[in-house]
């Protein structure tokens, strides 16, 4: 019988592996797995912290929006949670307001930690004027990304970056 490098056949059967063999093949298959698992963590985590951003700003805009459509001043508070109505003020909640940070990504809000220097409530004019501006960073397990949002006065100018050096690093894309 002829023996072809490395493997032999017996009637018809699969040949059978040596230990060693067996213990590298599932050594590679194990780490090619934590690999495959570890840049799936990650882009997840860079994933979540897109669509909050996304939704940080999308709440300042639908705000704005909002006062504008009612033809009066509305306030918003940004929390944990994402845009609420406020829970002490004059002014009332801007109306059809976007609420979740992290909907629609698995794990959602709840691998988020946003902090922000922005008041408890936010004011918006009636013809959609930001009177409270401030920075928001948004971070999650999973990445070394921080994400940040810069609010500016008067007209609620938003700028979406990556935290770096200098502050708030602007980005091409959100």
Known sequence: MARERGWRRRGGRMPAQTLPELLVAVSVLGLLAAWTLR??????????????SQRVVGGLEEARAAAMRLGQPCALRLGPEGWRPPQTSSLPACEGVASGLGMGVEGGGAELNLTHNLPDVVRFTSNGLVLDGGTVWLRSPGTALVRCVVVSLPLGITRVGREGPSGCESEATP
Do not use: C, S
């Open 39 to 52: 840049d799936g963590t990650e882009a997840l985590a860079r994933q979540r912290l897109r669509v909050a």
